[in-house]
């Protein structure tokens, strides 16, 4: 059965930095093939992927965000890192992870965690 | 980078008809397109990858078509459950991108 499981900070504040784990089950990092990814969406609009780590270490970024992100992973661990610098109100969402298979679509997806940014 | 575009924004539906979304991809992406449903306070769910192969576990009342750049979900009997909002998305190109949703709602 495959889980995946967000955590993080649920605020912070402009100009911090944010870091998230995802932790999950059921799959390994280390299977060729398999990708970790992070998505977001900000309240009552639409989801912005934002990295994607694979299984040989491989790490993708969102164009417009790329300055800002910091993907990584802990294959003993079974977790997925993100980080992103800078914080502004407008990064207020939902993170979500979400595993894929060979650069694909997107088949199991954690519960997401709300992260606000507010001074 | 590859725009995805859903029409219409939202669709109202009564119980037991048939719904159709569209989602329209800036150039071709093959038919690496998928489908998710999103349910209010919920991560997004696959329903159609390779755009038109059900997930497991999916009604077959959901069918996917198309390939290039015009896609259709069909949705063809609406159910209460089925009240969400669906998002498309492209993984042909690196990075990936998705529609701005669709809602449907209760008509």
């Known amino acids: 059965q495959v889980t995946l499981r967000e955590s993080g900070p649920a605020l912070v504040k402009p100009t911090q930095t944010l870091t998230l784990t995802c932790t999950f089950s059921?799959?390994?990092?280390?299977?060729?093939?398999?990708?970790v990814s992070w998505i977001r969406q900000p309240p009552g609009k639409a989801l912005e992927w934002l990295a994607l780590?694979?299984?040989?270490?491989?790490?993708y970024y969102s164009t417009s965000l790329k300055t800002r992100l910091t993907i990584s992973k802990d294959t003993s661990k079974n977790q997925v890192v993100l980080t992103m610098t800078n914080m502004d109100p407008v990064d207020t969402a939902t993170y979500y992870c979400?595993?894929?298979?060979?650069?694909?679509?997107?088949?199991?997806w954690g519960q997401g965690t709300l992260v606000t940014v507010s001074s | 980078e590859i725009v995805m575009t859903q029409s219409p924004a939202t669709l109202s539906v009564s119980p037991g008809e048939r719904a159709t979304l569209s989602c329209r991809a800036s150039?071709?992406?093959?038919?690496?397109l998928a489908w998710y449903q999103q349910k209010p306070g919920q991560a997004p769910r696959l329903l159609i990858y390779?755009?038109?192969t059900r997930a497991t576990g999916i009604p077959a009342r959901f069918s996917g078509s198309g390939s290039g750049t015009e896609f259709t979900l069909t949705i063809s009997s609406l159910q209460s459950e089925d009240f969400a909002v669906y998002y498309c998305?492209?993984?042909?190109?690196?990075?990936?991108?998705f529609g701005q949703g669709t809602k449907v709602e209760i008509k």
């Open positions: 150039q071709s992406v093959s038919s690496n």
């Open positions: 979400a595993r894929t298979l060979a650069y694909k679509h997107f088949d199991y």
């Open positions: 780590i694979d299984w040989d270490d491989d790490k």
């Open positions: 390779g755009a038109s």
């Open positions: 059921g799959f390994s990092l280390s299977t060729s093939g398999m990708c």
């Open positions: 998305q492209q993984y042909n190109n690196w990075p990936v991108g």
